[in-house]
């Protein structure tokens, strides 16, 4: 990831829709977004290594690949969520953003219900 790439995106794009907001708000929210799906494609470009070192700990570990999988998609609902969240925000639409928020929430508890599961389960063979 070249991060110096990312942040001149991100200026780039809040000075231009700084200037834009005044005269054209829809064009400042679309620059906005474009802005923040093109940062955010070469984010997950450059993940893919990092994927693989977590796969290979894993491997290492002897752990359930289940807790590595669980893990990457709460991971991506939250990132996801959060982006969208902004975006609705940006336009001006707090209140669908703090909604989004929370059905991102609750996807996030729904994905670790397993997780919660198998832990109880060994706290509970661990308990004599």
């Known amino acids: 990831m070249h991060i110096v790439q990312i942040i ?6 809040t000075i231009l829709a700084a200037l834009l907001r005044q005269q054209m708000p ?7 977004l474009f802005a923040g799906v093109l940062i955010l ?3 997950v470009r450059s993940i893919s290594g990092a994927l693989a070192a977590f796969q290979q700990l894993t491997a290492t570990a002897q752990m359930n690949p289940m807790f590595l999988q669980t893990l990457i998609r709460i991971l991506g609902i939250a990132y996801v969520v959060e982006f969208a969240a902004d975006i609705a925000r940006d336009a001006g639409e707090s209140a669908l953003g703090g909604r989004i928020e929370l059905a ?10 397993p997780i919660f599961k198998d832990v109880l389960d060994v706290i509970v063979r661990m308990i004599p």
Do not use: D, Y
């Not at 001149?8 to 794009?13: D, F, M, N, V």
């Not at 609750?106 to 670790?112: D, E, K, N, T």
């Open 8 to 13: 001149g995106i991100g200026l780039t794009a």
């Open 26 to 32: 829809s064009f400042a929210t679309l620059v906005s």
């Open 41 to 43: 494609l070469l984010v």
């Open 104 to 113: 991102g929430k609750i996807g996030i508890v729904l994905l670790a219900l």
